[in-house]
């Protein structure tokens, strides 16, 4: 599998326009961009989708599939994402069973997405209501990543794309990840005083952060593309943060991947400390840098209730363990393999 290819857009546009079969997948919600790479390239056919958790089924992909054979998409088709990170993994799996495998490239239109979810080839749909079961490794040809294409994105999807931001610097970058916490919360008391802020999305700034934890991303996945290592790393907080995510799906209730993914990294940091793995006070920090943030620092549910679907997590290994990401401190994490239900045995 070849390592990721990050492009801007009009890096992307000059690459795309020779596509002798190019189709495009959007969400629905972002028509405005789909419009614009329809009429700035060669673009055959286009399909919307409605995206949710729970439409990122197989028989999502079983539609997208019928109409790919409708409009006579041969092996030499390559196939545009355009959405969020529910769009890019419907779409890539889609690319990587059709006719057993055509190219996909991405657009990502949301933080999380361009930060993590639309690079390093992971694709698949949910299972029964638990995440990603189904999948397959598939590198997109490219991965587009244009600010502007932010700037629709509204308050709680960008805190959910920060919390996969911020997990980035806190596995790879620990310094970037103390600038970025430190620069929010100036922008956040600037905009109290009703000044012009930096949290905004077009900021130069929250710019040169994406590059940067796609760049991580990119460099993580060249080394183990499939997961077989090193690029584990990327789960920190996504253990806990897909169990969340299931009970909440199970009592009906609103919580999105990356505010899951927020709250499973402040139990993985919990977890860190227990086992010794990090000093005693990290979790206090990360909880009040989040809680600043405006992420979630707690978890609705009793950890006991979250124990079946850690156990069934697709990162589950032999003799009733998982692989979890602990963290040392911002910036070093490691990988250890434990019982699925150690939170509950620790003190």
């Not at 993994?89 to 055509?102: E, M, S, W």
């Not at 905004?200 to 991303?217: F, G, H, T």
């Not at 997961?227 to 609103?254: C, M, P, S, V, Y």
């Amino acid at each position: 599998m070849n390592a990721p290819v990050l492009l801007s857009l009009s890096e992307a546009l000059a690459r795309l326009q020779a596509e002798p079969e190019l189709f495009v997948v959007y969400d629905a919600n972002v028509a405005w961009v789909a419009s614009q790479l329809t009429e700035a390239l060669p673009v055959r056919a286009s399909m919307a989708l409605e995206t949710s958790e729970e439409g990122k089924t197989l028989e999502t992909v079983q539609a997208l599939e019928r109409w790919l054979l409708q409009e006579d998409a041969s092996r030499g088709a390559l196939l545009l994402a355009v959405g969020g990170g529910i769009t890019t993994d419907l779409v890539g799996f889609a690319a990587a069973i059709y006719k057993r495998g055509i190219r996909y490239a991405n657009v990502p239109t949301t933080l999380l997405a361009q930060v993590d979810a639309a690079i390093g080839g992971k694709t698949g749909v949910n299972l029964d209501g638990y995440k990603n079961m189904l999948g397959a490794f598939r590198m997109p040809e490219c991965t587009v990543l244009e600010a502007a294409f932010l700037r629709t994105l509204p308050a709680r999807e960008f805190r959910c794309g920060l919390a996969e931001l911020l997990k980035t610097f806190l596995i790879g970058d620990g310094p970037a990840y103390a600038a970025l916490v430190s620069s929010l919360k100036l922008a956040q008391n600037e905009d109290e005083e009703g000044k012009k802020g930096t949290s905004s999305l077009k900021s130069a700034q929250m710019e040169d952060d994406i590059r940067r934890a796609a760049a991580i991303k990119a460099q993580i996945v060249t080394e183990d593309p499939e997961e077989h290592g090193i690029r584990a790393k990327l789960n920190l907080g996504h253990t806990f943060g897909h169990a969340i995510e299931h009970a909440a799906r199970q009592k009906g209730a609103d919580i999105t991947h990356g505010e899951a993914v927020a709250m499973g990294i402040l139990l993985a940091a919990e977890l860190s400390e227990r086992l010794g793995v990090a000093q005693k006070g990290l979790s206090a920090q990360l909880k009040a840098d989040f809680s600043c943030l405006g992420l979630p620092v707690g978890c609705p549910y009793p950890v006991e209730d979250l124990v079946e679907a850690l156990r069934k997590d697709k990162k589950a290994v032999t003799g009733g363990k998982v692989k979890f990401v602990l963290l040392r401190a911002p910036g070093d994490v490691v990988l250890q393999e434990l019982p699925y239900d150690c939170y509950l045995h620790t003190k």
